[in-house]
């Protein structure tokens, strides 16, 4: 299983066979590696500009889409660090507004391999430690980044002294790594979920959240008081009512800002979650013009994304193709949300065989016109059989996207769904890879 791109570059695709031979030892746990690394290569997590830390289960990527639009609306240098990518490996890291080159990332990415080599490092930590040196070594007025897996025992938690830390909406997601049973925490899963994200938490550093229910709403503030950072509330500290604009009020005062372009009602919470933690950090001044015109210019790719015209959408003739990589449960709640008055809807989907199919399914039960299951490229997946069960309608079988598209009826749009691998194989045949 491949966990990042082919690079038609042959130093980047060198280093990219290396990372590949990669796999976290069975029973290893926890930040040593990664600390040992970075002193190896002089502690390059010391030296970034101003951090935006964020976690969550949903909502995270979108929250540093909208942190990194609005920071440059304010005309300032940003890097940011988001995963996955989708088509290239070199999404991962963006330096100065830019996705990192391949010359850049292919030198990084040997001296992070070079430094680790008898320490047996994952894939991620090595991908977070080279973010780290590549943010470190060119200058920026400040530094998204998004955490991968949790946040307690992610890579990226050996951060320092960030300007602010923020929690998206949580969920239930990687149980076999975030619910495995451990003395000290908490046992209720949801409860647990929430204690891992806010563990990104640093003494001092205001941690920004979104309001949550009373279990995980508990671990959070409990987690943030052990580690000595101040909580900062939706609901509490915090309040955006969403409308035909964003009412965002706090402490400093309030704001009336746009809604997102970016499409789905959730967008505008994410928004909101941006703006709280750029008001609730004093070393980053910005405006409330640029928190608008970054809320209009944010993008984010296959987030409920409307194909623009290509080789793939044109098989689907003048139908929408909308794509979301979402797999858990909010997400397809979130799906639904949008969908709910469209006309019944053809469901392409493909999704890997660790996730839950009823995910996508069943909030979307009773809207759709057709379901067909295609596989999710380089990986292991459901076959229409898992898919059966959760839905009234025929399952359909394709060995890929652009039969299933050519193969459906001349009316309804189309949802292309289940998968973010899926997702970037789709970017990639449509010629729209992120840039």
Same mark, same amino acid.
């Given at each position: ?209 979104? !309001?949550?229910?009373?279990? $995980? %709403?508990?671990?959070? /503030? +409990?987690?943030? &008081?052990?580690?000595? @950072? =101040?909580? *900062? ?124 199919? !009823?995910?996508?399914?069943? $909030? %979307?039960?009773?809207? /759709? +016109?057709?379901? &067909?299951?295609?596989? @999710? =490229?380089? *990986? ?56």
């Amino acid at each position: 299983m491949r966990d990042f791109a082919i690079s038609e570059n042959q130093r980047v695709q060198a280093q990219l066979d290396r990372l590949g031979a990669l796999s976290l030892p069975q029973g290893r746990l926890g930040l040593d590696t990664v600390r040992e690394i970075c002193a190896r290569l002089g502690n390059p997590q010391r030296r970034l500009p101003p951090v935006f830390h964020v976690a969550g289960t949903n909502g995270k990527g979108s929250t540093c889409a909208y942190l990194r639009a609005i920071l440059e609306a304010q005309g300032l240098v940003v890097h940011t660090a988001t995963k996955p990518h989708l088509v290239r490996y070199n999404e991962r890291i963006r330096i100065a507004g830019k996705l990192i080159s391949d010359e850049s990332l292919a030198d990084f990415l040997e001296r992070v391999l070079d430094a680790a080599a008898d320490l047996g490092p994952s894939f991620f930590e090595v991908t977070t430690i080279a973010t780290f040196l590549a943010f470190a070594e060119t200058p920026a007025d400040a530094c998204v980044i998004e955490t991968g897996l949790g946040g307690r025992l992610d890579a990226t938690n050996v951060l320092e002294n960030p300007a602010v830390c923020g929690i998206a909406t949580l969920g239930i997601d990687h149980e076999s790594f975030l619910l495995v049973p451990e003395e000290g925490t908490p046992a209720e899963p949801l409860a647990r979920i929430a204690f891992e994200k806010a563990s990104i938490a640093k003494p001092g550093a205001p941690l920004v959240v979104q !309001s949550y229910a009373a279990s $995980p %709403l508990a671990s959070v /503030l +409990a987690t943030a &008081s052990h580690i000595g @950072a =101040p909580v *900062h509330l939706r609901g509490r500290d915090w309040w955006a009512e969403v409308g035909e604009a964003i009412h965002y009020r706090d402490a400093h005062g309030t704001l009336e800002l746009p809604l997102p372009s970016l499409v789905g009602a959730h967008q505008a919470d994410n928004a909101a979650l941006a703006v709280a933690m750029l008001r609730h950090q004093s070393v980053v001044p910005v405006t409330s013009e640029a928190m608008a015109k970054g809320i209009r210019a944010a993008h984010w790719p296959a987030r409920l994304q409307r194909l623009g015209p290509g080789p793939l959408s044109a098989l689907a003739g003048d139908r929408t193709v909308w794509l979301d990589g979402g797999h858990n449960p909010d997400a397809g709640q979130a799906i639904a949300r949008h969908f709910a008055d469209s006309p019944p809807l053809h469901l392409v989907m493909g999704m890997l065989t660790s996730k839950d199919p !009823s995910a996508i399914l069943r $909030p %979307l039960e009773g809207r /759709l +016109a057709s379901v &067909s299951i295609v596989p @999710a =490229p380089g *990986h292991e997946a459901h076959t229409p059989e898992d898919f059966a069960p959760f839905t009234s309608l025929r399952v359909h079988s394709f060995a890929n996207v652009a039969e299933a598209l050519a193969a459906l009826p001349p009316e309804g749009d189309v949802l292309i769904a289940g998968s973010l691998y899926l997702a970037g194989d789709v970017l990639k045949r449509n010629d729209e890879a992120p840039d």
